[in-house]
């Protein structure tokens, strides 16, 4: 394995909207989504999952999804993506004008059951479904599928890796456009990322293109390095690590954006992130959410002196 | 670069009781780190510093070291370090009986003169006369220079690293016999980390035996990791993260011992750690710095299912 330049840009994608905001109890207003949809485009985060296509019964959190779409969208070279759960949700991300839908596909078996009530070759039927709709459709909305508790489960435990290679073989088949590899439930190891990512790319090759980390043990940052050391340039994050582990209560959750934006800066890789505006969002956030448990490491330490030099 | 083989163990030292405790305002009782000592011990460490050889009107929280030295020497297998800062604490490191001592060495000039009011190489001068006097006392007591702040400095910013392996080469000609590289501050990435330790291996070959990382800005576990990845086999952690950041409240300081075990354990290295007898201790010096800035991934979250159904 060779050290990849360091001159490649990385993308962060921001998350905390949907994937942060549907695992707190309280609903954010919508006039403070706003807010922050925009101010983290003014930071130079160029895709940001604004919400997601599910019944407003189940997750009043995200219920304006459609509202925030339609903002994110005068946003200039933003790319707005919407989580999808099924046929109905597709539809409605299609209607929004969305740029791109994620898909979430479970590895693992029981998680899959327990989540959506379906195995995970019923979600790939599904997957092609979408496909169909959207390309009937006359849309450009971009696919893409995210293959959850790729790197265990804690439900059923250990995820069989070629059992995750052979799903991200049937989501291609079936229609997606791009793939990426998610530790739900913060299980991977560095050496584990860096060899499924490996074998992924074999599969997938630049369709595979996402790697989205949970920090609930302490090695969030380790496994995004990790697998940028073998070729992913994408990475989902939360700003102020929001979104929690309903597994381990009192972890964190997603890792913070503004510490994967730190992690880049200090290896000298672009990430056309602005870090005060970032990090005074960040403030903004965590204030509207005071009493929800918020993580990250860089807001509490600052930047290096080297770093500040250097800027 | 290949991913080294993931069978060769790594050794985890244990340096809360010096580096941790010489950060935190209350004395532990004697009789508590003597407690620690031991459940260190059973818990597998077998390597701990216990103390440091410099005047108790400087550091009264370390007046008992040659208490803690003569205790540790009767644990069997047991590596017993203490830290020395001139000839007179190496006299008294030689007259405890310590298995080994280090030698801090600042490649920072600016940390070098505000911390021992010496320059670099006045401190590798003194390092030469500690050899001398060492084997003059015909001691086997090891000789191990630890380069602080080698990955950058909150008073100098940039430490160039042709300096830090210029003192490297200067330290292993006055006569030390393992040197290793600290990111004293918080400072270090992970490209940083790989790139500096692996042209320090070039000076030092396997004398270099060292990396002591802090997590201040959230990369402490990617940066063992990248340490790991290009032959680094032993790591200086304190039990939950304590010992601090002076330079950043609130921010974390050492890695943290059972963190490290966890990474390396979840990468199946061998450490010789038992992790439950780990967290037991842990919980134990958490009561007894009730107040105290605790740190620390894995104890929140507890270990995935998965490694609990491969031990």
């Known amino acids: 394995m060779d050290t990849p330049s360091p001159v490649t840009p990385v993308t962060v994608r921001e998350v905390g909207l949907r994937d942060g905001l549907q695992s707190i109890a309280r609903t954010l207003p919508t006039a403070h989504k706003l807010d922050w949809l925009r101010a983290a485009h003014a930071a130079g985060q160029r895709e940001i999952e604004v919400g997601s296509f599910v019944p407003a019964r189940l997750l009043p959190q995200l219920a304006d999804t459609a509202e925030l779409v339609a903002v994110a969208r005068t946003l200039p070279g933003l790319v707005t993506s919407v989580l999808v759960p099924n046929l109905k949700g597709a539809q409605a991300a299609l209607d929004s004008g969305a740029d791109a839908m994620l898909l979430p596909l479970s590895a693992s078996h029981a998680h899959s059951l327990a989540n959506l009530r379906k195995t995970p070759d019923e979600v790939v039927a599904e997957i092609g479904r979408i496909r169909a709709l959207r390309d ?6 971009l696919i893409e599928v995210g293959l959850s508790t790729a790197f265990g489960c804690t439900i059923q435990g250990r995820v069989d890796e070629t059992e ?44 595979l293109a996402c790697g989205h980390f949970h920090d609930t043990r302490g090695l969030g940052l380790a496994n995004v390095f990790a697998a940028w050391q073998v070729g992913v340039r994408r990475f989902d994050a939360c700003l102020a690590g929001i979104g929690g582990c309903p597994h381990a209560p009192g972890a964190s959750g997603n890792v913070a954006t503004e510490d994967v934006a730190y992690l880049f800066a200090s290896m000298g890789v672009p990430t056309g992130l602005d870090f005060d505006a970032l990090i005074a969002l960040r403030s903004q956030v965590v204030q509207w959410l005071a009493g929800e448990a ?8 600052g930047l290096p002196k080297t770093m500040k030099e250097a800027a």
Do not use: W
């Not at 009937?136 to 909305?141: I, L």
């Not at 052979?166 to 793939?179: I, K, N, T, W």
């Open 164 to 207: 995750v290679l052979r799903l991200l073989q049937a989501v291609l088949d079936a229609g997606a456009e791009r793939v990426g590899l998610a530790d739900t439930v913060g299980y991977a190891d560095p050496l584990q990322v860096g060899r499924l990512f490996e074998r992924a790319f074999k599969v997938a090759g630049d369709r």
């Open 136 to 141: 009937s459709s006359g849309s450009c909305c």
């Open 294 to 301: 918020t993580h990250g490491a860089i807001a509490r330490a």
